[in-house]
């Protein structure tokens, strides 16, 4: 059964740092592009982070994040993680992880990041 499952999420400060795993079972891991979604109360999900699946890893990122946030994989652990960092209160939301290629793509429950003070 393809399983992701997201941790790491909790309460941390503004200006704080986090970082989020997704442990991947049940597909062909390193096929698969990896990507970080978040949804915050009332708000649309939006895209945060990619990497891509080959030997030539391409990364992107949102705007909101880029400079504050690294995205990464290790195919050997089948986890990708999202490395935050000068987190905002504007990133609270549940994060999510999304395993993709062509017609295949499976999500996690996703983990909760607060940030306050």
């Known amino acids: 059964q393809v399983q992701l499952v997201e941790s790491g999420g909790g309460l941390v400060q503004p200006g704080g740092s986090l970082i989020l795993s997704c442990a991947a079972s049940g597909f062909t891991f390193s096929t698969y592009s990896m990507k970080w979604y978040r949804q915050a109360p009332g708000k649309e999900r939006e895209f945060v982070a990619s990497v891509s699946s080959g030997g030539i890893l391409v990364k992107k990122y949102a705007d909101s994040v880029k400079g504050r946030f690294t995205v990464s994989r290790d195919n050997v652990k089948n986890t990708v993680y999202l490395q935050m960092k000068s987190l905002k209160p504007e990133d609270t939301a549940v994060y999510s992880c999304?395993?993709?290629?062509?017609?295949?793509?499976?999500w996690g429950q996703g983990t909760q990041v607060t940030v306050s003070s």
């Open positions: 999304n395993a993709e290629m062509g017609q295949y793509s499976y």
